[in-house]
C-alpha cells in the first residue's frame, strides 16, 4: 500500500526557511518521479516542483524559483523541499505525490501546513 507522509511544515516569519520532507513507502520510490503541490484557501492546487527519479531534471514553479530547492534521498525513500525567503503568499497545505504509471493512478499525501505570517 502506498503511503506518503509529509513533516516540516509550521509557521514562519517573512523571510525565514523551512525544509519539507515526504516519507513514502509502498512502490520503488528510486524509479519514480517525485512532485511537491500547494494549495492555499480558496485557491487550485498549484505543482511547486517536480524531481526526476535519479534526482537529474527538477522543474520549480515560477513563483518559487531561485528561492525552493527539491532534492531526495533514494537510500532513505525521501524527497525533500528546501525554502527559503518565504513570502506570506506561501502560505499554503503542501502535498507530496506520486504518479505511478503501473497502476495509472496519483497518490497523495495528507499535506502539512506552511504558514508565513509575522
Known amino acids: 500500500q502506498v503511503h506518503l507522509v509529509e513533516s516540516g511544515g509550521g509557521l514562519v516569519q517573512p523571510g525565514g526557511s523551512l525544509r519539507l520532507s515526504c516519507a513514502a513507502s509502498?512502490?520503488?520510490?528510486?524509479?519514480?518521479?517525485m512532485t511537491w503541490y500547494r494549495q492555499a484557501p480558496g485557491k487550485e492546487r498549484e505543482l511547486v516542483a517536480r524531481?526526476?527519479?535519479?534526482?537529474?531534471?527538477?522543474n520549480y514553479a515560477a513563483s518559487v524559483k531561485g528561492r525552493f530547492t527539491i532534492s531526495r534521498d533514494n537510500a532513505k525513500n525521501t524527497v525533500y523541499l528546501q525554502m527559503t525567503a518565504l513570502k506570506p503568499e506561501d502560505t499554503a497545505m503542501y502535498y507530496c505525490?506520486?504518479?505511478?504509471?503501473?497502476?495509472?493512478?496519483?497518490?497523495w499525501g495528507p499535506g502539512t501546513q506552511v504558514t508565513v505570517s509575522s
Open positions: 505525490n506520486v504518479f505511478l504509471y503501473t497502476v495509472n493512478i496519483n497518490y
Open positions: 509502498g512502490f520503488t520510490f528510486s524509479t519514480n518521479t
Open positions: 524531481i526526476s527519479s535519479t534526482g537529474d531534471s527538477r
